[in-house]
């Protein structure tokens, strides 16, 4: 269980249910009330060299936003749902784009209203609808502290209409698996070769576990996709993917295999993404590549068009190799 250095908390969490089973939690834990927990002063000010002891927080709140954005992807919509950033420390990860604001872990206890609000909003739909409920968090890794997938999947599971999907990059999967889903959960692996998780998605679960708990999703008959996600061109990059579609090819159960369909997506990164690793991993591999990456909008930075379409044939054709009856839903 996560044991946070310390808990920063809206006194409004106090009114609902899973914000005083939280406070009971960790009533041993160091708290300090705030106002606004998109806006915390104390956070602001640390240096990128906190970063990782910044992670060591936990925030808890009330979501007051909850706008739907289209996706046509996975999901039709992404949805603001339990919680935002995250306690591990990805060195690409799109939450940092302001890493004191962004990228620790906030709770949002008001999660019967956003369930309620995905349940009529399913209802009202023309079609069976999908919603995308971990974009801005890992939900696997959330639920080991608020339990809030098993709820979810629970008060979901008799909706008329609508399903839900998350990624994750974490393994520990078991305590869904005998919920009555009734089909209605997209569950996703992310992952990626075992040098690049080491190097550079510290604080997941490791390539042998993800593909385990892929395998127990499928027993327990989760409709689920594979990310291989963010491709990162390092150096022996075509080795090193290879090698995981063989990997995935020999330890996937046949029933994985035959329901998984797979989404490609290629890394991009930013200018803050470089001063923070700078300074809090110093150690840390370097993500940046002037000869391959070329800049894509204020401060951010993409492949360069033949790198990458040379990257996307290859992945392509190693995908057709190993897994020549999967559908990749779309290379982005």
Same mark, same amino acid.
């Given at each position: 269980?996560?044991?946070?250095?310390?808990?920063?908390? $809206?006194?409004?969490?106090?009114?609902?249910?899973?914000?005083?089973?939280?406070? $009971?939690?960790?009533?041993?834990?160091?708290?300090?009330?705030?106002?606004?927990?998109? #806006?915390? /002063? /104390?956070?602001?000010?640390?240096?990128?060299?906190?970063?990782?002891?910044?992670?060591?927080?936990?925030?808890?709140?009330?979501?007051?936003?909850?706008?739907?954005?289209?996706?046509? =992807?996975?999901?039709?919509?992404?949805?603001?749902? &339990?919680?935002? !950033?995250?306690?591990?420390?990805?060195?690409?990860?799109?939450?940092?784009?302001?890493? #004191?604001?962004?990228?620790?872990?906030?709770?949002?206890?008001?999660?019967?209203?956003?369930?309620?609000?995905?349940?009529?909003?399913?209802? =009202? *739909?023309?079609?069976?609808?999908?919603?995308?409920?971990?974009?801005?968090?890992?939900?696997?890794?959330?639920?080991?502290?608020?339990?809030?997938?098993?709820? &979810?999947?629970? #008060?979901?599971?008799?909706?008329?209409?609508?399903?839900?999907?998350?990624? +994750? =990059?974490?393994?520990?999967?078991?305590?869904?698996?005998?919920?009555?889903?009734?089909?209605?959960?997209?569950? @996703?692996?992310?992952?990626?070769?075992?040098?690049?998780? %080491?190097?550079? /998605?510290?604080? &997941?679960?490791?390539?042998? !576990?993800?593909?385990?708990?892929?395998? =127990?999703?499928?027993? *327990?008959?989760?409709?689920?996709?594979?990310?291989?996600?963010?491709?990162?061109?390092?150096?022996?990059?075509? $080795?090193?993917? $290879?090698?995981?579609?063989?990997?995935?090819?020999?330890?996937?159960?046949?029933?994985?295999? %035959?329901?998984?369909?797979?989404?490609?997506?290629?890394? +991009?990164?930013?200018?803050?993404?470089?001063?923070?690793?700078?300074? *809090?991993?110093?150690?840390?591999? #370097?993500?940046?590549?002037?000869?391959?990456? &070329?800049? @894509?909008? @204020?401060?951010?930075?993409?492949?360069?068009?033949?790198? @990458?379409?040379?990257?996307?044939?290859?992945?392509?054709?190693?995908?057709?190799?190993?897994?020549?009856? %999967?559908?990749?839903?779309?290379?982005?």
């Amino acid at each position: 269980m996560f044991i946070p250095d310390g808990i920063f908390y $809206e006194e409004a969490i106090e009114n609902y249910e899973l914000g005083k089973e939280l406070l $009971e939690k960790y009533k041993d834990v160091p708290k300090k009330i705030i106002e606004n927990h998109n #806006n915390i /002063e /104390e956070m602001r000010k640390k240096q990128n060299s906190e970063f990782a002891k910044m992670k060591r927080n936990l925030i808890i709140g009330t979501r007051k936003t909850h706008k739907y954005v289209e996706n046509h =992807k996975v999901s039709d919509y992404l949805v603001p749902y &339990t919680s935002s !950033g995250c306690i591990a420390m990805c060195m690409y990860c799109y939450l940092v784009c302001n890493y #004191n604001k962004c990228a620790y872990l906030r709770l949002f206890v008001n999660r019967e209203q956003m369930l309620d609000k995905i349940i009529n909003n399913a209802k =009202k *739909a023309n079609a069976n609808l999908c919603y995308e409920i971990g974009s801005n968090s890992d939900l696997v890794l959330e639920n080991t502290i608020t339990n809030n997938l098993v709820w &979810t999947i629970e #008060n979901f599971k008799n909706s008329p209409k609508g399903m839900l999907t998350f990624p +994750t =990059k974490f393994d520990m999967v078991d305590p869904i698996l005998n919920l009555d889903h009734k089909g209605k959960i997209i569950a @996703r692996m992310s992952i990626n070769p075992t040098e690049i998780i %080491n190097k550079v /998605e510290f604080g &997941t679960s490791r390539l042998k !576990g993800r593909i385990e708990a892929i395998n =127990k999703l499928a027993e *327990a008959d989760y409709k689920i996709g594979i990310l291989i996600a963010p491709i990162i061109l390092v150096e022996n990059w075509k $080795e090193l993917y $290879e090698n995981l579609l063989k990997e995935l090819q020999e330890n996937l159960s046949n029933k994985a295999k %035959n329901k998984v369909f797979f989404e490609l997506i290629f890394m +991009t990164y930013s200018y803050v993404h470089r001063m923070i690793n700078n300074e *809090a991993f110093p150690m840390a591999i #370097n993500l940046y590549n002037p000869e391959i990456m &070329t800049g @894509r909008g @204020r401060g951010k930075y993409m492949y360069k068009k033949l790198v @990458r379409e040379e990257a996307e044939t290859f992945m392509k054709d190693i995908m057709h190799k190993y897994f020549p009856n %999967n559908k990749i839903l779309y290379i982005s």
